[in-house]
């Protein structure tokens, strides 16, 4: 029993320092995107340290608790795990990619990056859960902090490139942890400050960055919180008060204004269409099973690309037919079955919700929104991991 208590103690200490250095590392990502704007591929410096520590760390909490965790979780989650790890790692080293290139491990193809989703079988610890949701509260005043910053010493950028590349990463990062704070907090009037903190940023980081989709999650997550809402009357009155509010800074702020207008000018031009039409017109049947590696690239205009705007497509065109079977069970289908049982707390309610919107984020919804080594990327794992233990022991 002592030396259980110590593993969890273990995991706890290198689960918190791979979010905190994550954390940490989103002001050091964003500048380095920024400075990158000329199409320079900007040195992580010392800061690359940071990300490091934050992965290792990171490994070792997953590491631990896939030992301790075993009869904490449903047999078939395991199994789908561990099929997911096993065929990329075969799809990795069949490609011929090393393990002795950082990049490459930890790219969104990489070993290492789909073993931090290993971070599911964290949650199942509830003093750990309770400590991180507290963690997503901090992430919120940060990141706030961060992009008030910005604002003040940069403005929002002339054009909408010099936008993402000042506010990109804040926004990415603020639409997968804000609605989750904002619904979790909801009836907690000691924190109300930090409830409209996050849901304000938010919309503010979509309108800078003139994302259509985050723009979209928002309005999504009023919708929810409205229908569980029980005095809808004054929750109305509510959000036409917040409205005419942010109407009046978007009219006598002159970045928040520019914004706006560049936002309404993309208007609903399509911007993904023609990118599937080539790709999917370049798609092999028989490489979709097996996957069609590390290294998969298809022809676009007169260059070769090796990304595309809907990660469901994209990780059956290079890594096959499992996993993405495997990683639709996991972030969908789980999530799926729990939201239609009865009598679900809200609070489960509220984590089905933020996966059902990952699933359709990466649908293409929000083409910013990857399977990456990213902070975002460690949230909605410990969210999920939170649905699969719940799923795991019918705990509702």
């Not at 990463?169 to 996050?198: C, D, E, H, S």
């Not at 959000?239 to 006598?252: F, K």
């Not at 028989?286 to 990780?315: C, M, P, R």
Request: hydrophobic fraction near 50%.
């Amino acid at each position: 029993m002592k030396d259980l208590k110590r593993i969890e103690n273990l995991i706890s200490f290198f689960f918190f320092c791979g979010l905190l250095l994550s954390l940490g590392f989103v002001y050091f990502a964003q500048e380095r995107l920024f400075y990158s704007i000329d199409g320079s591929v900007a040195s992580l410096g010392a800061a690359g340290f940071i990300r490091i520590f934050a992965v290792i760390s990171t490994f070792l909490a997953v590491f631990l608790s896939l030992f301790i965790a075993k009869s904490k979780y449903h047999y078939s989650i395991q199994f789908a795990f561990y099929t997911l790890i096993i065929t990329i790692s075969l799809n990795y080293f069949i490609s011929g990619a090393s393990l002795d290139n950082f990049s490459e491990l930890m790219s969104t193809r990489g070993i290492g990056t789909w073993f931090c989703m290993g971070l599911i079988f964290v949650s199942y610890n509830e003093k750990i859960f309770v400590k991180f949701k507290k963690f997503t509260f901090l992430c919120i005043v940060i990141i706030a902090l961060l992009t008030l910053y910005n604002l003040v010493d940069y403005g929002v950028g002339r054009w909408r490139g010099e936008s993402l590349s000042k506010y990109r990463i804040y926004a990415t990062n603020m639409v997968w942890i804000a609605p989750y704070v904002f619904l979790i907090l909801k009836g907690n009037k000691k924190l109300i400050w930090l409830r409209l903190l996050a849901i304000g940023m938010g919309i503010i980081l979509a309108l800078i960055t003139q994302t259509r989709s985050f723009l979209i999650m928002y309005f999504l997550t009023l919708v929810f919180d409205f229908y569980h809402t029980e005095k809808k009357a004054v929750y109305s009155l509510m959000i036409v008060v917040a409205s005419l509010g942010m109407a009046y800074l978007v009219l006598n702020t002159e970045m928040l204004g520019n914004a706006l207008e560049l936002l309404i000018n993309r208007g609903t031009n399509d911007t993904r269409t023609g990118q599937l039409k080539v790709f999917i017109s370049q798609l092999d049947f028989f490489e979709l099973i097996t996957g069609k590696g590390h290294f998969a690239t298809y022809g676009f205009g007169l260059d070769e690309s090796s990304a595309v705007d809907n990660q469901w497509l994209y990780i059956f065109w290079w890594g096959g037919l499992i996993p993405l079977i495997c990683f639709f069970y996991l972030t969908t289908l789980i999530p799926l079955k729990l939201m239609f049982l009865k009598k679900l707390t809200y609070e489960t309610k509220v984590e089905c919700f933020v996966l059902i919107l990952w699933s359709l984020a990466l649908l293409g919804l929000a083409i910013y929104s990857t399977v990456k080594i990213d902070l975002f990327f460690f949230v909605i794992c410990v969210i999920l991991g939170r649905l699969h233990y719940k799923y795991s022991n019918r705990i509702n």
